[in-house]
């Protein structure tokens, strides 16, 4: 179950029962606390912050709220990911980088150094394969045709920021684990295997999210919990400035902890529904200081829904910045100031319904789209791999030429996952891309490559800074400033002061009527040539004379006004229209 379904049951049969014994209990000791870690069941703290143009920064995952406090911290940003248990400072003990590297303090079993090589999977994997056609995997690609029946697996992939873990975990036939992929030759239902084994109500909440795969038919089902909730409906008017510096959020308790809904705000919050599954919420707006000269939000109506939602949330904290709570109930809903809001705005209500919710939780399998369905197999088939540790050795079970291959597929394996759990991150092989709260075009802001940094905005590509080579002549390099076709502008602009928000153009070349009317370049500041010349301008207005012209200068005059002495060679040479010669007598 590691490269392949058909190299993986070879192995398994190859090896001998003693040979996949651990028998050091030191190591089974840990593998068992690494399980213990990654089921945890109490949350920490995700504090996202945002540089100075209010452009992501970096995703912290503390102990504590505040991270001048917290001790265990795990750092997402655009170098890579690290985990330290010395606070936000460091130093980071446990880290992968975008550049390749992946290091870590040790590994369990001590026989491959840190220095050697800081990521390893361990597992002790004991299969046996019953009542299946005889050679039913014929070859890599076949599907399994029947379960595995596992005594045990204990594999874990994890990948920071949110925690997608992929594992497969049975026992005698017994299908218990959390966020894992199964595989059978039926429709999954409630009242077959695997859900048929999750009786408790925390139980079932712990496999939200598992998928099951239908080797017969190749379909993907997704394992979902479903609730009463109120909707709330905002109305058509509703756009803020953008949902990275203006926004709403709601939160909601739910089972004693808070939840949160994702940020609203732009124009996707016009007409926009949400559902909330509790009768009182809290509802957040927040704007900074830049522009907002837009409508704010309004609520049409808070009613209860007529069926049972799936909600897509994440565990939080209150907002703690906003002073005293607005209590509202009944048909008074949250509003915000209209055309404009106030900037700087720190709101939070709490709005009770008199709709009635009930608690019961609706669970069930439902039949996901291909794209979930590569998404889920990847982070599980990819990660899974099998090192047995023998008296503190360790002994690779990926056969010859395989190793670097393995290493390769858990890198991919990492980058799928952190890819699939970022809004503003997509890693790719030999590019990054940045976006603004969500993966598609419309919200792109950069992409970096070979070639250069790639730049859009509102779905259009606006132009690259890169390098590149005179036309016909490849050894001519340079860095260069493109604008693309749809740009309309390109500026050297500064802020005046800390209190003005608001850029002033310094230097901009503009297409007709972009930025200025006038193609061309326009100055918004003065122009020092520091003695140096200005070689062949042609000026809008006038001949531009280029001629000499020789005149005769007055020297002297007496009381009378009569000319007493003439300079004859006085000399002005013109070029363009511009003075570039003058002989004169003092």
């Not at 992501?56 to 170098?79: C, E, F, G």
Request: charged share 25%.
């Amino acid at each position: 179950y590691v490269q392949s379904s058909h190299n993986s049951v070879q192995s398994l049969r190859e090896e001998s029962l003693a040979t996949r014994k651990i028998d050091n209990e030191r190591v089974q000791s840990e593998i068992n606390n690494i399980k213990a870690q990654m089921n945890i069941t109490s949350g920490g703290y995700k504090v996202t912050e945002y540089d100075d143009s209010g452009r992501w920064l970096r995703d912290l995952y503390m102990d504590t709220p505040d991270k001048n406090t917290a001790t265990k911290v795990l750092q997402v940003n655009m170098n890579g990911i690290g985990g330290s248990h010395n606070g936000v400072a460091g130093p980071y003990n446990t880290a992968m980088t975008l550049d390749g590297m992946v290091y870590g303090d040790r590994i369990i079993g001590h026989s491959i150094d840190a220095e050697k090589l800081s990521v390893s999977y361990t597992s002790q994997v004991e299969k046996q394969i019953s009542n299946a056609k005889q050679e039913a995997i014929s070859d890599s690609d076949e599907k399994l045709k029947s379960y595995y029946t596992i005594n045990e697996v204990n594999t874990k992939f994890s990948v920071t920021d949110r925690k997608i873990e992929s594992s497969v975990e049975t026992v005698n036939q017994k299908l218990e684990q959390k966020n894992g992929n199964y595989y059978g030759t039926y429709t999954p239902y409630s009242s077959n295997a695997p859900a048929n084994s999750w009786t408790s109500r925390s139980e079932k909440l712990n496999h939200v999210g598992d998928f099951f795969f239908d080797t017969q038919t190749g379909y993907a089902y997704r394992y979902r919990v479903r609730r009463d909730c109120l909707e709330v409906k905002f109305n058509s008017n509703c756009r803020t400035e953008s949902a990275n510096y203006d926004w709403v959020e709601v939160f909601y308790e739910s089972e004693g902890k808070i939840h949160v809904l994702p940020k609203l705000g732009g124009a996707d919050i016009a007409d926009k529904r949400i559902f909330v599954p509790n009768n009182t919420f809290w509802l957040y707006f927040r704007s900074d200081g830049s522009s907002h000269d837009y409508y704010g939000f309004k609520i049409d109506t808070i009613r209860k829904s007529s069926s049972r939602q799936e909600i897509q949330d994440s565990l939080a904290v209150l907002p703690n910045d906003a002073g005293n709570i607005i209590e509202l109930s009944g048909s008074n809903y949250p509003e915000s100031e209209h055309d404009p809001y106030q900037d700087n705005t720190r709101k939070l209500w709490r709005y009770t319904s008199n709709e009635s919710l009930d608690s019961y939780l609706e669970f069930d399998w439902v039949r996901v789209s291909d794209k979930d369905i590569q998404a889920a197999k990847e982070t599980a088939d990819r990660a899974i791999s099998k090192v047995s540790i023998v008296e503190d050795s360790i002994t690779s079970m990926v056969k010859k030429g395989e190793f670097g291959s393995f290493m390769r597929q858990n890198y991919n394996s990492f980058l799928i996952g952190f890819n699939e759990s970022s809004n503003y991150v997509q890693i790719t092989a030999g590019q990054i891309g940045l976006y603004n709260g969500s993966i598609d075009q419309y919200h792109k802001r950069a992409v970096f490559d070979e070639s250069g940094n790639r730049f859009y905005r509102e779905g259009s590509y606006v132009g690259m800074i890169g390098t590149n080579h005179k036309r016909y002549v490849e050894e001519c390099k340079g860095l260069e400033f493109d604008l693309s076709y749809e740009g309309q502008y390109m500026a050297f602009a500064q802020q005046k002061s800390s209190n003005h928000d608001e850029l002033n153009t310094m230097l901009c070349f503009s297409r007709s009527n972009g930025m200025y009317d006038e193609y061309g370049l326009h100055l918004g500041c003065n122009f020092y040539a520091h003695g140096f010349k200005v070689i062949n301008p042609q000026w809008e207005e006038g001949f531009g004379t280029t001629a000499t012209i020789h005149y005769v200068q007055v020297l002297d005059v007496d009381e009378y006004g009569k000319v007493r002495r003439w300079g004859e060679n006085g000399r002005m040479v013109f070029k363009n229209g511009i003075l570039m010669d003058l002989t004169f007598y003092n």
